[in-house]
């Protein structure tokens, strides 16, 4: 069913149109002489991803803008400038402009009722990277709530799925197990804009919210990143490339298990490994399985932060070799199957369930199923959310 599902939306596509087409949201405001915002007191949220197609910051267009008036910057998870991983990020000046920064990842994950003082619009211009565990979309539907509770207007400057808008996978996020990490009831892969998310957030969570979407011009929902023209800019310290954005709903999986995902390397989930792993072991069963799309090759790595800093760890390298036949969350799903088979005495599947987010997917794993039992475990829910999701794009 799930596979039926992606074929038949493949099928429905248009080709990808041509890279100097695709406008982003604040391409699209600043061509109009922001007009959806004129009058308005601003409190932007955004960080170092929030540009226009020839390099200027969305903070200094509004700034800069004679008739909107920006009074508050809020910056997410890593900071206005993308470069902190830490747990707590305090507030701020912003350097060019003299606006201060409120961090919504510090004291506060969601702006308090005085941290609105002043403000009538909350505008949202940050990149996502298309996984429900990338926390920026936690961030946008914490202010909505908040903007929704107080009567504030709410405007998304629109920025294309980085990971195309087509592909869908992974299971559901169990009603219940909402957290900074699962903001809302989610696949893995959700094959939507922050626009179209920000519509499904109000409409599914019952939001009071005056919302408006700066739509992208020029992005078809099977346009990857690199065929937009616009410049890839690394949205958090360990995501830098697309390729890393195009494994992260799968690697990202196993990333609360006693595993190195890459993290204190030069290139972050383009590789595994622990001290305890066979890397030509694990390397060598990976290969037998015949995923599409990707081989895996043994590594040893040191990393020096993060899991097993400064300790010798054995695992794979993963070589993308056809991102259109590519299945992320399938080949997540199947190391972990190989881990748990061959490497059950060491792995640690006690937080798997973290970002896995759902109940039954994790019994199919831990019960010894195959990928294809484990997708059958969820299929439902999935079939559901392309539904539910239906009624939300924006685009073609």
């Known amino acids: 069913m799930i596979r039926r599902l992606f074929v038949l939306a493949c099928v429905l596509l248009a080709p990808p149109i041509a890279a100097a087409d695709v406008l982003t949201g604040i391409d699209v405001l600043l061509r109009d002489n922001f007009a959806p915002l004129a009058g308005r007191r601003i409190g932007l949220i955004t960080n170092h991803t929030g540009l226009a197609r020839d390099g200027r910051s969305t903070t200094d267009l509004l700034h800069a803008a004679e008739n909107v008036e920006l009074v508050r910057l809020f910056s997410p998870e890593h900071g206005p400038r993308g470069e902190l991983d830490v747990a707590h990020i305090g507030d701020s000046l912003d350097p060019a402009t003299g606006v201060p920064v409120v961090s919504l990842y510090g004291e506060h994950r969601r702006p308090t009722a005085s941290m609105l003082d002043g403000l009538d619009t909350l505008v949202f211009d940050i990149q996502d990277i298309g996984t429900r565990f990338y926390t920026y979309i936690s961030t946008m539907g914490n202010a909505m709530q908040v903007a929704a509770e107080h009567g504030k207007r709410f405007v998304v400057l629109d920025r294309p799925n980085p990971i195309n808008g087509v592909t869908v996978a992974?299971?559901?996020?169990?009603?219940?197990?909402?957290?900074?990490v699962g903001f809302h009831t989610l696949p893995v892969r959700h094959g939507m804009t922050v626009g179209e998310l920000a519509l499904m957030f109000r409409d599914e969570l019952g939001l009071d919210l005056d919302l408006d979407i700066v739509r992208l011009e020029g992005w078809t929902r099977a346009t990857w990143f690199d065929a937009t023209g616009l410049a890839w800019i690394n949205p958090s310290p360990n995501m830098r490339s697309l390729v890393e954005a195009i494994l992260y709903p799968g690697i990202g999986l196993l990333e609360t298990t006693n595993l190195s995902v890459g993290r204190g390397t030069a290139t972050p989930f383009e590789l595994i490994?622990?001290?305890?792993?066979?890397?030509?072991?694990l390397a060598a069963a990976l290969n037998r399985m015949e995923l599409a799309g990707i081989e895996f090759s043994p590594v040893?790595?040191?990393?020096?932060?993060?899991?097993?800093?400064?300790?010798?760890c054995h695992g794979v390298r993963f070589t993308l070799t056809?991102?259109?036949?590519?299945?992320?969350?399938?080949?997540?799903?199947?190391?972990?199957?190989?881990?748990?088979r061959d490497f059950g005495e060491d792995w640690?599947?006690?937080r798997y369930i973290r970002l896995l987010g759902n109940h039954a997917a994790l019994e199919a794993l831990l019960s010894g199923d195959d990928v294809a039992a484990i997708e059958a475990s969820y299929a439902d829910g999935l079939a559901t959310f392309f539904e539910r999701r239906a009624n939300f794009l924006l685009y073609e």
Not at 173 to 179: A, E, I, P
Request: aromatic content about 10%; cysteine-free; hydrophobic content about 45%.
């Open 300 to 312: 040893h790595f040191t990393p020096d932060a993060s899991v097993f800093a400064d300790e010798l």
């Open 273 to 281: 490994g622990a001290p305890w792993l066979d890397a030509e072991a």
């Open 348 to 350: 640690n599947t006690e």
């Open 322 to 340: 056809d991102r259109d036949r590519f299945e992320s969350v399938a080949t997540g799903l199947a190391i972990a199957t190989v881990l748990l």
């Open 170 to 180: 992974g299971p559901v996020l169990d009603d219940g197990r909402q957290s900074f």
